[in-house]
């Protein structure tokens, strides 16, 4: 136990030292689960992931589809709101931004926001230009394994930090959606779940956007 607690804050050292802590956070080095609600059951011979709002064709994918996809693999730091981060996470999944640039997805020219829809309702909203970067993963895979129910299997998106933290610019974790089923292309911007409860719109956790207005002290 104590040895843990050692190792958890030589780790934390390390990683601050390396300037890959933002500020007001601490490191796990447990995969917390983190989510409104129930876990939602998921039975794959109906599921579907659409494509729809500004795009210039709408596309449903099966998982079979949506498997046949070029995947990705890649190795993220991930910020929660709820002040804990966890480094050097391995995923994989399949590239927004590599549909778009590979022409499989077509944004209209109006398009500047997604939404991401989940199960039960969960939405979250971003600029199209931050879901298109390379941090920003529709991923089926954590550590070589499907996502377990609790992390979003079979689809999520996700948004980390790269250990070169510089660019491109990240995300609190919430910005991903668990248990995804659709991607909204829109030209107005519209409000998701934790950003209609108040959280920030952007979230970037190196500039500490935890909540929109006000004093982020006085809300907890
Ligand atoms: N569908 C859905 N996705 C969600 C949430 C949620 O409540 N529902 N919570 C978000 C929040 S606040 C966090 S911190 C992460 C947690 O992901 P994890 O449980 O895999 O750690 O999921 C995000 N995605
Ligand atoms: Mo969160």
Redesign the pocket.
Known sequence: MLKKVLDRRRAEEIVRAENRLPPGQSLTNK???????PTPRVDLDTWTLKVFGLVEEEITWTWEEFNKLPKTKLTMDLH???RWSQFDMDWEGVSLGQLVREGIIKPKSEARHIIQH???G?T?NTSMELVLQDNFLLATHYDGRPLTP???YPL?GLIGTFADRSEPKSA???K????LRGLEFRADDQLG??EKAGYHNEADPWQEQRFSGGSWVNRF
């Open positions: 995969f917390p689960v983190l989510h409104y609600g929660c709101v709820t989940c199960e039960l969960y979250t609790d992390h979003g999520r609190y974790l919430w991903g959606g668990k248990w779940f934790w």
